[in-house]
């Protein structure tokens, strides 16, 4: 095998709900019409495509992936750019005939873009953002077998966006935000939770604002639900994995 063809698997977001997702009633998407028009309104979809079509005059080398000394700001813009199909990235950076023609593709195509941006929301990780130096003494102190050890913050968290969604799509009315944040803190642990909301806030809350952001879910009333848009997301990131989702008659 020619190493340099060689890409590693994506990440397997649901792998580790299949039992759950096994059990799953089917559920009931919007119809692709409804689907494809709120995946036009998308603000963050319309300024990727803004940025893939400025792409060409940026100055950027096209080896560097993704671009050096770029702001947070930027790089979000970018890989969502990338993830929706806008802006190639192996050939250069040049925007793709749908990053141009956007927001004027097919229903098919503007809902599956819509999904296909997910992606960045699904691999997010609030303990990114952990200032992990005032825990240094605390890590390299501890006994790592220790009953009060604290654990890798990472690994903890990893599967907290997919296992919310899942959660989510068992209730499709919405969740109650404390009836969510307990979940979140079982499926964690509750010295992970305790010790990111310690240093960071509420992880419940960094980890809902870019799913809301991109309109994944919405929360009203102190519940959260997924929105028509985010349904389709969730099922189409599952299907992508090789998970069954039962369907019912999707509305017109």
Do not use: C
Request: net charge negative; no cysteine; charged share 25%.
């Amino acid at each position: 095998m020619d190493l340099d063809d060689f890409e590693p698997p994506a990440p397997a977001f649901f792998d580790l709900h299949a039992d759950v997702l096994a059990t799953l009633p089917p559920v009931r998407l919007a119809g692709l019409r409804e689907l494809a028009a709120g995946a036009r309104r998308s603000p963050g979809l319309r300024r990727a495509a803004e940025y893939a079509r400025s792409a060409r005059d940026l100055g950027y080398d096209p080896g560097d992936l993704p671009p050096p000394d770029i702001s947070e700001e930027e790089g979000k813009m970018f890989t969502l750019a990338a993830d929706a199909g806008f802006l190639e990235v192996k050939e250069g950076f040049f925007a793709t005939p749908r990053g141009v023609a956007w927001p004027d593709v097919p229903d098919a195509e503007a809902a599956e873009t819509w999904a296909a941006g997910m992606y960045g929301v699904l691999v997010g990780n609030v303990t990114d953002q952990i200032p992990i130096e005032p825990l240094d003494d605390e890590l390299l102190d501890q006994d790592p077998d220790g009953e009060d050890a604290l654990p890798n913050f990472n690994d903890a968290f990893h599967d907290l966006v997919p296992a919310l969604l899942v959660t989510l799509l068992r209730t499709p009315g919405g969740v109650p935000v404390s009836e969510l944040r307990r979940a979140a803190a079982e499926h964690t642990g509750q010295i992970s939770w305790d010790t990111v909301a310690t240093h960071q806030g509420d992880p419940l809350a960094s980890t809902l604002e870019p799913l809301a952001e991109y309109g994944v879910v919405a929360v009203e009333d102190d519940a959260v639900r997924l929105t028509p848009l985010g349904l389709h997301g969730t099922v189409f990131h599952i299907r992508e994995e090789g998970h069954s989702v039962g369907l019912s008659n999707t509305a017109g």
